[in-house]
């Protein structure tokens, strides 16, 4: 499974947009990018996910370099209940197994 | 709210003991995993289970143990508990139309073990 890396921490204001970068420069090719979220004391919540193209869902939007070595995860207008630590998380297509890393602690201030 | 439950939320055990936690998968759901999360850390993955059976472990000792049940409802044992055992335990469950292999699972709000 590539190793992921994130930044530990990032602050975004309120209703504008917050990007959070991933590095996975040693992902193979069919391992897909997920992106998970934990909101204090709650369990991770799914996000998005991709492998090649770039995804769009009601949550957020992910971009995928063409090299497939970083993402990017766009919260398009961040509000304050998106304060969370976000996980990105690289998953080979054939286990379920996910492994998170210490993941980016988002703070939205108003 | 995902539809996965887990009890119970909180509990105190003391070294030595074992505890079992329970967990419920949301409806159409027949694979459920679980992970152990430390303060401060991302979640770890322990097992998972697909139809009842073991479906892949993570680096964890016997003693820690699962059952799933033919309602794919779910049980995570831990014997001899240690006090590194102290964590939040979350239970995932994903949907049979997803296969046991895909990764978007839906968590439980997790079930905080104390050891003392």
């Known amino acids: 499974d590539a190793k992921t890396t ?12 917050a990007n959070l970068p991933c ?24 996000i998005i996910h991709g492998l090649k193209n770039n995804e769009t869902n009601e949550m957020a939007s992910l971009i995928i370099t063409e090299d497939r070595k970083s993402s990017t995860l766009i919260l398009p207008h961040a509000t304050l209940r998106d304060t969370a630590v976000y996980y990105c998380i690289a ?13 980016t602690t988002l703070q939205v201030k108003p | 709210e995902t539809g996965v439950t887990q009890s119970p ?21 027949n694979t ?26 993570g680096n964890f000792p016997p003693r820690f143990s699962g059952l799933q049940f033919p309602n794919y409802s779910s049980e995570l044992n831990v014997n001899a508990l240690e006090l590194d055992d102290s964590a939040l335990y979350l239970c995932a469950s994903s949907p049979a139309s997803g296969g046991p292999n895909t ?9 905080r073990l104390t050891v003392l």
């Open chain 1, 6 to 17: 994130q930044p530990t921490s990032m602050d975004c204001a309120e209703g504008r947009a």
């Open chain 1, 23 to 46: 590095n996975h420069s040693t992902i193979s090719g069919n391992e897909y990018v997920y992106w998970y979220r934990q909101i204090h004391s709650q369990g991770p919540q799914y």
């Open chain 1, 91 to 103: 998953l080979a297509s054939n286990t379920g197994k996910l492994i998170f890393g210490q993941g």
């Open chain 2, 9 to 29: 939320t909180h509990l105190i055990k003391t070294r030595g003991q074992q505890v079992t936690l329970r967990c419920s998968s949301q409806s159409g759901h």
């Open chain 2, 32 to 57: 459920v995993s679980w992970y152990q999360q430390a303060l401060g850390q991302g979640p770890q993955f322990i097992f998972q289970y697909y139809r009842e059976e073991e479906n892949g472990r």
């Open chain 2, 103 to 111: 990764g978007e699972l839906f968590f439980g709000e997790g079930s």
